[in-house]
């Protein structure tokens, strides 16, 4: 006998085993289930007959009031929670611009401790501003590089020196902020 006719003997007694005891179980949760129903139907029926008995106030008016409350109940949690949902600006403390993970923190509404970082190996990078000082370079620019990484430029950032450089990522951030762009992250 192979191996495959093995595997479908075995196949088909296990699928004759569970379809006995799904037969033999189906006359006890079909009783289950109709007694399940019929008490619905006698809770469904005695409501409705409640609502049109004469007590102080109609049923019917009891129901309308019960739906606006549950409306306004819907409305307080919806607004509560678009409330909550929103990201405070405060928490956006990371960010990777211009290819480096930069970090800092909020004091009061402004930027301190503004710093980069590699994206791999997360090293404190240090900066390069010399063609600012160099007349003879086209260009004036920031390299902030990884020593970790073999020397390797993390980030260039056109149009000065360091402090050109971190201002700026100072108004990156400020953008994002303003424009809630970092609720993307």
């Known amino acids: 006998m192979s191996e495959n006719s093995a ?14 005891v799904i037969l033999m179980l189906i006359p006890s949760v079909r009783g289950y289930v109709s007694s399940f129903f019929s008490w ?45 949902g929103k990201k405070d600006f405060h928490s956006y403390t990371e960010d990777v611009i211009h290819g480096a993970v930069w970090r800092w923190r909020w004091t009061s509404n402004n930027i301190s401790g503004l710093w980069c970082f590699c994206p791999r190996c997360e090293a404190t990078l240090v900066y390069d501003d010399s063609t600012c000082r160099n007349y003879l370079a086209n260009t004036s620019r920031t390299d902030f590089i990884c020593e970790n990484c073999n020397n390797s430029v993390i980030a260039s950032i056109n149009g000065g020196n360091k ?15 303003r424009t809630k762009e970092f609720e993307k992250h």
């Open 7 to 20: 595997k479908s003997i075995r196949n088909g007694v296990i699928a004759t085993v569970i379809g006995g």
């Open 40 to 84: 619905l139907w006698s809770g469904i029926t005695s409501l409705w007959s409640a609502l049109w008995v004469e007590h102080l106030v109609f049923g019917w008016i009891i129901v309308l009031i019960t739906v606006m409350a549950l409306i306004g109940l819907v409305t307080v949690v919806l607004f509560l929670r678009e409330i909550l």
């Open 163 to 177: 402090s050109y450089a971190l201002g700026a990522i100072e108004r990156e951030i400020d953008r994002k902020v």
